[in-house]
């Protein structure tokens, strides 16, 4: 089965915000932004993919991250450096951003201490630099309990739920066959809203339908292999 990304609403969206924080009207007025939702709504595919096609960089989970760890992977990403000292990664940051200004998505930024994001809110009014906080709903106690920052988000994202639209089009891209409403419906309901029990059961459908030769997505398969699912 083939990997692909598809655009949804969600993903426009995201693009949209994106690209005006890179753009230079945001040299005018904050230049952090927020984008939450719970966990398998597609956040974290469409940050890479944006920082893959767009230039952006893209910071990845890592619990413990340090203001001083978080520095030296900004410094990393954007120079292939990772200094030491604090004063050496923002000096780095700096001339970085004075040279090519880009976009920093911070992945999981739900799960940083709350001295990591006030010491980013300080690199973005120090170099300009826009900056998009993706994360779950923590993240948003978290800015709300800092005025500071609460103050410096020009925009705030919430990812919804996947639509039928969303999976229709996924399924039909995959497997390229017509996809009856009644198996979106189903796979729908099962999902909860969220991206990954579509792809779980995209690999069992495709499996399925590799070792049998059918080439019809039935409803009662749909059906049989989310009761597994659920029995498992």
């Not at 990664?89 to 201490?113: F, P, Q, T």
């Not at 001295?115 to 973005?124: A, G």
């Not at 309990?145 to 994202?157: I, T």
């Not at 996809?179 to 069992?204: C, E, F, K, M, Y």
Request: net charge positive; proline share 4%.
């Amino acid at each position: 089965m083939r990997q692909i990304f598809i655009q949804t609403e969600n993903t426009k969206i995201f693009d949209e915000l994106a690209d005006e924080l890179k753009s230079n009207s945001s040299l005018i007025g904050p230049s952090l932004s927020m984008v939450v939702g719970p966990a398998g709504r597609g956040k974290t595919e469409a940050a890479r993919h944006y920082a893959i096609h767009k230039g952006a960089i893209y910071i990845a989970p890592m619990i413990t991250r340090t203001p001083a760890m978080m520095l030296r992977e900004i410094s990393f990403e954007l120079s292939g450096m990772r200094p030491p000292r604090t004063d050496a990664c923002l000096s780095v940051i700096g001339d970085e951003m004075a040279k090519n200004r880009r976009l920093i998505i911070i992945d999981e930024s739900d799960l940083l201490e709350v001295r990591v994001l006030e010491m980013l809110r300080n690199v973005n009014e120090l170099f300009a630099c826009p900056i998009i906080l993706l994360g779950e709903d923590a993240l948003k106690r978290k800015i709300a309990s800092r005025r500071r920052l609460l103050s410096r988000m020009r925009n705030r994202l919430e990812f919804g739920p996947i639509s039928q639209h969303d999976i229709s089009f996924y399924l039909r891209m995959i497997f390229n066959t017509k996809i009856n409403a009644d198996v979106v419906s189903a796979i729908h309901r099962h999902t909860q809203g969220d991206w990954r029990p579509v792809l779980t059961l995209s690999i069992r459908i495709d499996r399925a339908m590799k070792a049998s030769g059918i080439s019809e997505i039935t409803e009662k398969m749909v059906k049989d292999m989310i009761s597994s699912i659920s029995i498992v």
